[in-house]
């Protein structure tokens, strides 16, 4: 699929404030400084559209981006951040959890994991509660710029053998680098028939 358009829309702390809309929408998740922001920036190819940082805790809002003018790409914040204290962290989980609960548009969940460590249990518990909830994601693994292949086989191995624990089959995984633009088109494809479904 072409992106020959993407714009920011509206950012909001509320589920119940964002865009009135049918048209199908896909989010990011994962701890904070994964990567969901540049990965958005890197599908887009628009440096800038959703903003990044070294620290994390960078994004604190729902962002929805219109892509093409027919969907729509949302930049989330990510879980897990320590350092925001407590009620910070509590008021931005139930954020993400409101959202993903309750936003009707939703399709699919892109849920980024990075690559370059073992299977997290905070990740684990995520996505067993997404699960639960029967909510349709995809495992991204993000930054495999940054090991060598091997390492990086070794540590999805390890992912797939722990997530074979508690699903019969696996969700469907993407291996990116928004550095290198690794994965853009699988990503972009799987986009694309989901829209046409
Ligand atoms: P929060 O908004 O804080 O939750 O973080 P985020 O998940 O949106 O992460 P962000 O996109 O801001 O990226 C965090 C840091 O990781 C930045 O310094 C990025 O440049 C870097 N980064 C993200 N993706 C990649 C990647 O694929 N490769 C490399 N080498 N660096 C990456
Ligand atoms: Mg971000």
């Not at 909510?135 to 191995?157: A, E, H, M, Y």
């Amino acid at each position: 699929m072409n992106i020959f358009s993407s714009e920011f829309i509206k950012s909001n702390t509320d589920v119940r404030s964002c865009p009135e809309t049918a048209l199908p929408e896909y989010a990011f998740i994962g701890r904070s400084n994964v990567g969901k922001s540049s990965l958005i920036n890197m599908l887009t190819q628009k440096n800038g559209l959703a903003l990044t940082s070294g620290k994390p805790g960078k994004t604190l809002l729902i962002n929805h981006f219109l892509i093409n003018k027919e969907w729509f790409l949302v930049d989330l914040p990510g879980y897990g951040f320590a350092q925001t204290g407590l009620a910070a962290r509590e008021r931005l989980r139930k954020m993400i959890d409101s959202y993903i609960l309750l936003r009707k548009p939703l399709i699919n969940l892109f849920v980024l994991i990075d690559s370059r460590l073992e299977p997290q249990s905070i990740d684990l518990q995520f996505i067993e509660w997404l699960g639960v909830q029967e909510i349709p994601f995809s495992i991204v693994f993000t930054k495999t710029d940054k090991l060598s292949v091997t390492q990086f086989l070794n540590n999805r191995k390890k992912y797939e053998e722990t997530l074979f624990q508690t699903w019969e089959t696996l969700p469907l995984i993407f291996e990116t680098s928004s550095k290198t633009g690794k994965g853009r088109v699988e990503i972009l494809n799987y986009i694309e028939e989901l829209n046409d479904q």
